[in-house]
């Protein structure tokens, strides 16, 4: 009896000691970080949240590359001192959730980018509005998303203005009449991107002629893309990720289906070409972000992030890279951390001029800007014409 | 057109049913369920890319590397994760369970390390080559990998019936302590299991690649919860049921896209898989418990 009780002694002893050193360490560095102002520049915590472990942690990668890349620059320039706070969502609702949380109450940070999904996005920015936090999604394109509140924003261009695009240029050129879908149902995303597909279909006069489903992370698709071959369409309308994507299209081309693809804004991705190879070939995307484009403004970032990361920078990295832009622009006209000023200056945000083009926000805080309409010819991704 | 789907069907379920063989064979022996098994598979995939892709090797050795890669991972599970476990005083039947539950999760996380979250390209020739006859098409790969799971099928069942080894292992399955008292090293007996059951694995994995083109760090677990679904369809411990359930699997799995809705396909698998077990509990090929195992 005396030597259990002993032994509690000891344990929370040892828990004693700890947690007095986690306090002391943390009002260390809080102490630090409110010497670091005081010469003009303004100082901000900024919370990003992202999908960096799991199936998507390729996305996560290449949203938290572009980040990290413009806010080295950010500092370069000595305006906006940024702080990024980086938190894992692993793609799950209530892990995306928790994350905001801790970085709202704990570390406190005046804004949040992130999370990756639109799936996260839609618990996170209900939560982030009501309190008080300006949140920015760089990749969630699903349909309501700026809706949900006055301090909900996102760069990132709907699924419901891109694939219209792809498709009308697609149906135009080809003369389609009869296409076939092919969707992911276990997605906000995929399956927001399938529903835009079935209303521009309709709205096109196009014949649907079968609408086949999978899951993410599913590696056969020859039961579907059979009976798809079978039906002979003109077109296959395919919302994916580029994962399931470019992994759908190889078995396709193998399997004798020469027809042209078009996908949604998950499916836009150099990384196609990489894992499809030739099969990639007749791909059709509209996208905000042309890394082929002779601007000088998307040259320097591409050769930036070539240089630093050692891949060509996709959608991801340009929409995020854009982003802190935008808010460092947001900051400096706000001239401080607090979270309503930076709210207030972000929905002015008019005509900014990115590496995407140039954006500007709408009352909602959703994005205003002109997709351009790509396709995969020779191996690499070209203006369709 | 539905001959074809019929292929692909059976491609599938060969798959699933080499995945399930590995599962079996451990479960057979050592009475638990290998949950690192879906990702030694995984591992045994990433070989093949690395060999056929970043190497640019011919694909009869991405089948070596993948075999020699995956019996490391197997003896090394079974030193680390299942060796330490047995046979103590006070240790619950289920800490083998979630020790290899450990494995999976650093497995998966060093592919991960290693490779990338994304998915790998697998470029062989090979999975170009075709057969046409008449409106269908057969891919010679196809025809390797329901070949290759076949042969893997009556080699193991006549191993275990007719060679010393497999008599032995049997006597290890049927009770451990009195195999050990007639003379059979027991240990050596386990250890070879579990490498076997890997090497099946990483074999599968290399199918996988060659058929469908997608490696991905994830892959594991999903082939790893078919394979649980299929041996316990097809009966635990045996080497028939776990060929006959992953064709079953497979086959459904394709037939349910053919004649009705791709979303259900997983669903409707698995309720096949319910009412099968409702009418048979031990499974297709299981015997029923008579007696509780040692």
Redesign the interface.
């Known amino acids: 009896m005396g030597n259990v009780f002993k032994g509690l002694l000891a344990v929370i002893a040892v828990f004693t000691l700890a947690l007095m050193s986690a306090c002391g360490g943390n009002s260390e560095t809080s102490g630090e970080q409110s010497d670091g102002s005081g010469d003009g520049t303004v100082d901000v915590k900024v919370g990003v949240i992202s999908w960096l472990t799991g199936a998507g942690a390729g996305y996560g990668e290449a949203i938290t590359n572009g980040f990290e890349l413009a806010n080295t620059e950010i500092k370069e320039e000595g305006k906006v001192n940024i702080e990024l706070i980086t938190e894992d969502s692993a793609g799950k609702q209530e892990q995306a959730l928790s994350s905001a949380q801790k970085l709202m109450n704990s570390e406190n940070v005046s804004m949040i980018l992130g999370p990756t999904l639109s799936t996260e996005m839609k618990v996170v920015a209900p939560e982030a509005d009501l309190n008080g936090v300006p949140i920015m999604g760089t990749s969630t394109t699903a349909s309501g998303i700026p809706q949900i509140g006055d301090y909900v924003f996102r760069n990132s261009i709907p699924e419901s203005l891109a694939i219209p695009a792809a498709v009308s240029s697609a149906v135009e050129k080809y003369d389609a009449k009869k296409v076939a879908i092919l969707y992911g149902n276990d997605d906000v995303f995929t399956k927001s991107g399938y529903d835009t597909m079935k209303k521009v279909a309709e709205e096109q006069g196009l014949e649907v002629l079968t609408t086949e489903t999978f899951q993410k992370g599913q590696a056969d698709y020859n039961a579907q893309l059979t009976k798809i071959k079978d039906t002979k369409p003109d077109l296959i309308l395919c919302s994916a990720l580029y994962n399931e994507g470019a992994v759908i299209m190889d078995q396709a081309r193998k399997m004798g289906i020469d027809v042209p693809f078009v996908g949604g804004n998950g499916f836009n991705s150099p990384e196609v070409i990489k894992i499809a190879g030739d099969a990639a070939n007749g791909l059709i995307v509209a996208t905000p972000w042309f890394g082929g484009s002779e601007d000088e403004k998307v040259q320097t970032f591409v050769d930036k992030y070539k240089e630093e990361y050692g891949n060509e920078p996709d959608q991801f990295a340009a929409q995020a890279y854009d982003a802190l832009y935008i808010l460092a622009d947001a900051i400096e006209r706000a001239g401080s951390d607090d979270r309503d000023a930076i709210r207030d200056a972000l929905a002015e945000t008019e005509g900014f001029e990115g590496v995407l083009g140039e954006m500007s926000f709408d009352e909602e805080g959703d994005i205003v800007m002109e997709p351009t309409v790509l396709t995969i010819k020779d191996g690499k991704f070209q203006p369709f014409e | 057109?539905l001959l074809?789907?019929l292929i692909?069907?059976l491609?599938?379920g060969s798959i699933y049913a080499i995945v399930a063989l590995g599962y079996t064979l451990v479960f057979g022996v050592l009475g638990i369920i290998n949950m690192a098994h879906g990702e030694i598979f995984m591992f045994g995939a990433f070989m093949g890319v690395v060999v056929t892709h970043t190497l640019q090797l011919p694909l009869a050795l991405a089948f070596l590397v993948a075999i020699a890669v995956t019996a490391m991972l197997g003896l090394f599970l079974e030193l680390i994760a299942l060796r330490p476990l047995r046979g103590k005083k006070g240790v619950s039947h289920l800490a083998p369970l979630i020790s290899t539950i450990g494995v999976s999760i650093f497995l998966e996380?060093l592919a991960?390390h290693f490779f990338?979250?994304?998915?790998?390209?697998f470029?062989t020739s090979f999975?170009?080559l075709s057969i046409q006859i008449g409106s269908v098409?057969i891919?010679a790969v196809q025809l390797v990998i329901f070949a290759i799971a076949i042969l893997l099928m009556i080699s193991l069942s006549f191993w275990l019936s007719k060679t010393k080894a497999g008599k032995a292992l049997r006597a290890c399955a049927e009770n451990l302590e009195a195999a050990s008292l007639l003379g059979v090293n027991t240990k050596k007996m386990i250890m070879l299991t579990v490498i076997i059951a890997s090497v099946i694995g990483g074999i599968a994995g290399v199918l996988?690649g060659m058929?469908?083109?997608?490696v991905?760090p994830?892959?594991g677990?999903?082939?790893g919860l078919k394979g649980l679904a299929i041996i316990i369809l097809g009966g635990m411990g045996s080497v028939r049921g776990a060929m006959v359930g992953g064709l079953i699997l497979g086959l459904s799995?394709?037939m349910i896209?053919?004649f009705g809705?791709?979303?259900y396909?997983?669903a409707i698998a698995f309720i096949a898989i319910i009412i099968i077990l409702l009418v048979r509990p031990q499974g297709l090929f299981g015997q029923p418990v008579t007696e509780a195992r040692r």
């Open positions: 057109m074809e789907q692909n069907g491609t599938l996380n991960h990338g979250a994304g998915n790998r390209p470029n999975s170009q098409t891919y996988v058929a469908f083109n997608s991905t994830q892959m677990l999903s082939m799995e394709t896209v053919v809705e791709s979303g396909r997983d």
